[in-house]
């Protein structure tokens, strides 16, 4: 089946350090979409990507649809403390409504 | 505010129960699909419906689990006959259509004594 390799699994980052993680797959998805969640609750769409090679930005937040379509990243800049949790990529098909997780990768701030 | 709501947050179950998990979409979407997450894992797909049709259940276990969409009311994910291997957060999406993002509920957790 589908799988998505997130990396890295953890980072341990100073306050205002910028971050990046990504996602990559053996699969072609036509959309990739960057979920963060917090302990106890369900994911919080940050990013939704639909065509190659587009670069979108959500406040500090910035994601990449890679041009094989096989990958995307996600960074974030100057961190603060509330972006602590834990980030997911989701891959999608537009023939196949359900999204493909990968394993997540959770973020550690120092203050 | 009304995203998707999921109850009950917490359900605690002996093996050989039943479990029944309600999901109430955001207002306005008919798409629901249901999800589960075992500890420090990424969600599984488990089943796609649309108003009193299963899309997609290609994720959902051959035995014990089923899911229903009825015209109205919420979305049930079922368990029958319970095991501990059933103990796992389980979280409803919905979406406004099937190449829309979805959105997802806090998630119902779930343990098996």
């Known amino acids: 089946g589908q799988q998505l390799n997130q990396s890295p699994q953890s980072m341990f980052i100073q306050e205002g350090e910028d971050v990046s993680m990504n996602c990559t797959s053996s699969?072609?998805?036509?959309?990739w979409l960057w979920y963060k969640q917090d302990p106890g609750e369900g994911p919080v769409l940050l990013i939704a990507l639909y065509k190659a090679g587009e670069l979108t930005s959500n406040g500090r937040l910035t994601a990449q649809f890679g041009i094989t379509r096989k990958d995307s990243f996600l960074n974030i800049s100057a961190s603060i403390p509330s972006d602590v949790g834990i980030y997911f990529c989701a891959g999608q098909l537009v023939e196949v409504q359900k999204l493909v997780f990968g394993q997540g990768t959770r973020l550690t701030i120092n203050p | 505010n009304a995203g998707v709501m999921q109850n009950p947050r917490h359900l605690v179950r002996r093996r050989g129960q039943e479990a029944r998990l309600r999901c109430s979409p955001m207002?306005?979407?008919?798409?629901v699909y249901w999800y589960r997450q075992l500890p420090e894992e990424g969600l599984k797909f488990m089943v796609y419906?649309?108003?009193?049709?299963?899309?997609?259940e290609s994720g959902m276990p051959k035995e014990r689990f089923s899911a229903e969409f009825p015209k109205e009311g919420p979305s049930i994910l079922r368990i029958q006959q319970v095991v501990r291997g059933d103990s796992a957060a389980y979280f409803c999406?919905?979406?406004?259509?099937?190449?829309?993002?979805?959105?997802f509920g806090d998630g119902t957790r779930l343990s098996i004594l």
């Open positions: 999406a919905s979406s406004l259509s099937p190449n829309q993002p979805q959105h």
């Open positions: 699969s072609i998805f036509n959309t």
């Open positions: 207002k306005g979407h008919s798409h």
């Open positions: 419906l649309q108003k009193e049709n299963i899309i997609d």
